[in-house]
């Protein structure tokens, strides 16, 4: 028997009904709902099909995947990486909570449906390139359209893959023609990967539409899982130099830096030319929310105060990331002495009370990722503190931002007539120009070239300097704090100074971004760094962190035992 694929659900993508008839094999009835490879094999088909794989990249469908899966990773990158507490009360969400202490079981439903989620991804990616071969060989799509298209389908298998690999590195790789009865994870997969995400780097950069992939994003993505799987600095390099030198976005328009930092994560820039690759979402088109930011809708100030979103106080940043933007000078405390001297917070207090903001200076990048007390919170006015706080003393006072919509955009840009306007159509910026510069940058150092790494360490300080894109006192022309920020003049002493610089740049440019775990993993220090933030951060929150420990094997998630009961050829990899 073949591994389940992905068939039946692309009847609602198509709108098309299957009617029998009359005939000698009236008993082989098509089972309602469900398309036969024959029916698919053509131009629309696979278009429709693709549709669908390309549907998962934001983690999230009607089969049952929320949150819990969703591609931004703020749970399985952020929290985990400690730059964000889960947020809200003990009681929400429980799963979470486990996540958040380094004492998951196998049995924690955000595993699962993490996995559940990569693996039918990965479903409708083989269900496509098996009727691709179809089409192909019935002369139905001609040779060009089936090499396109199975490119993308084996690029997306290649992503699907690597974002499970992050999570679990023992997974079994799946591809068309796997026995499901013969599953296994025993084995290296990583060459697999890595081949089917080259494949897609053959995709021309213009590929006429801003939601598929093209060459430029494949080659950041095997950039990337070049540089977890294998270290292979040098081939990453190559393929991201080729990026910023000639990477365009799907739809053939440049790519760069936006000019303000801020602007960012603006909904109306989310295909802005920072975005190399942005998750695209839709509100307000009879989903009923499915096709808005559903993975992050639980990401807003709680219900207080005149607050956006309406819902629900998850995913509050931690006072160890907030205190990473101290600046000395204008550049950051690398030996992470910033801890001695911590932003100012109104944590315990109620908001009426008096509240002297911190006048230190700070990395102007803190007041677009963090939302805290007396400082515009976009435009719905200044953050107000605790009632915007769903329980202040178990999760902090800081709100996240990133992901937040304007109020001058509510109803436009949200899902109007759900429980929360928190669905907004905010598409997850999977790949940002910042985030390729410092990857290369990274490459760079490994491979002995520190002024080049330099270079780009500091265009991306250059663009957060800009005294523009501060965040302003509502006059318009008063920063809202003491920003000071500038760039590294000096040659570095040594690699492992350059690394210092650039694994912090990375917290601070990235912050709250999904990638801060991963990439800890990637530099082999998640233990260090995150047993040094638990030592400091686990005493502000004690009933959040009580007993909390960081094993050497909590670098990787265990696999989910539900996964282990369906497959028996699956072993557990901790």
């Not at 992470?336 to 990048?365: K, Q």
Request: proline residues 5%; negative net charge; hydrophobic residues 35%.
């Amino acid at each position: 028997m073949k591994f389940k694929t992905f068939i039946g659900s692309v009847a609602v993508l198509l709108g098309l009904s299957m009617v029998s008839s009359c005939s000698s094999d009236f008993l082989n009835v098509q089972p309602n709902g469900a398309l036969s490879e024959e029916v698919l094999a053509t131009e629309d088909g696979i278009e429709s099909l693709l549709i669908g794989t390309y549907a998962m990249l934001d983690g999230v469908s009607a089969n049952g995947f929320g949150w819990e899966s969703a591609a931004s990773n703020w749970v399985f990158g952020s929290i985990r990486g400690m730059e964000a507490n889960k947020g809200t009360d003990a009681g929400d969400q429980p799963g979470i909570n486990p996540i958040q202490t380094f004492t998951e079981a196998p049995t924690n439903v955000y595993l699962n449906i993490k996995w559940r989620s990569c693996y039918e991804a990965i479903s409708r990616a083989n269900a496509t390139l098996t009727v691709i071969a179809r089409a192909e060989e019935e002369g139905t799509i001609t040779a060009d359209q089936a090499a396109s298209y199975r490119a993308q389908a084996r690029a997306l298998r290649g992503h699907y893959h690597f974002e499970a690999w992050r999570m679990w590195e023992q997974v079994p790789y799946i591809d068309e023609n796997t026995v499901q009865d013969e599953v296994t994870n025993t084995a290296d997969i990583s060459d697999l990967i890595i081949a089917d995400l080259e494949a897609g780097t053959t995709l021309p950069n213009n590929m006429g539409q801003v939601g598929r992939f093209n060459g430029t994003v494949c080659k950041v993505i095997l950039a990337k899982a070049l540089m977890q799987m294998k270290g292979d600095y040098a081939a990453a390099k190559t393929l991201l130099t080729d990026v910023v030198n000639n990477g365009t976005k799907p739809n053939g328009q440049a790519i760069g830096l936006q000019a303000k930092y801020g602007d960012i994560f603006d909904i109306e820039s989310r295909n802005g030319i920072e975005a190399v690759y942005t998750v695209q979402y839709s509100v307000n088109d009879g989903s009923g929310g499915w096709n808005g930011g559903w993975g992050e809708v639980l990401n807003f100030p709680y219900k207080g105060g005149g607050s956006p979103g309406g819902c629900c106080g998850f995913f509050q940043p931690t006072q160890e990331f907030v205190n990473s933007f101290r600046t000395s000078g204008g550049l950051p405390l690398l030996d992470n002495s910033y801890n001695n001297d911590p932003v100012v917070s109104d944590d315990g207090l109620a908001p009426g009370d008096p509240f002297t903001e911190d006048a230190g200076p700070l990395d102007p990048r803190l007041d677009w990722t963090v939302g805290r007390r007396g400082i515009p919170y976009l435009d719905w006015g200044d953050h107000t503190g605790s009632d915007w706080i769903r329980d202040q003393s178990y999760a902090g006072p800081y709100s996240p931002k990133k992901q937040v919509y304007k109020k001058s955009q509510e109803g436009t840009f949200t899902e109007v007539g759900n429980w929360t306007s928190g669905w907004t159509a905010n598409g997850y910026r999977m790949i940002r120009y910042a985030d390729v510069l410092l990857l290369l940058a990274e490459c760079q150092i490994e491979t002995g070239e520190l002024d080049a790494a330099r270079a780009n360490i500091n265009r991306i300080r250059e663009r957060a300097a800009n005294p523009d894109g501060f965040v302003m006192e509502e006059d318009g022309v008063t920063p809202a704090a003491n920003y000071q920020i500038s760039l590294y003049e000096s040659a570095f002493a040594n690699a492992d100074e350059a690394r210092a610089a650039l694994r912090m740049e990375r917290k601070l440019e990235l912050g709250m971004e999904g990638h801060r775990f991963f990439d800890l993993n990637r530099w082999g220090i998640a233990a260090q760094e995150i047993r040094r933030i638990l030592a400091y951060e686990a005493p502000l929150r004690p009933s959040l962190y009580a007993g909390a420990e960081f094993a050497d094997n909590d670098v990787l998630y265990p696999i989910p035992q539900r996964q282990l009961d369906l497959s028996p050829g699956l072993v557990q990899n901790r």
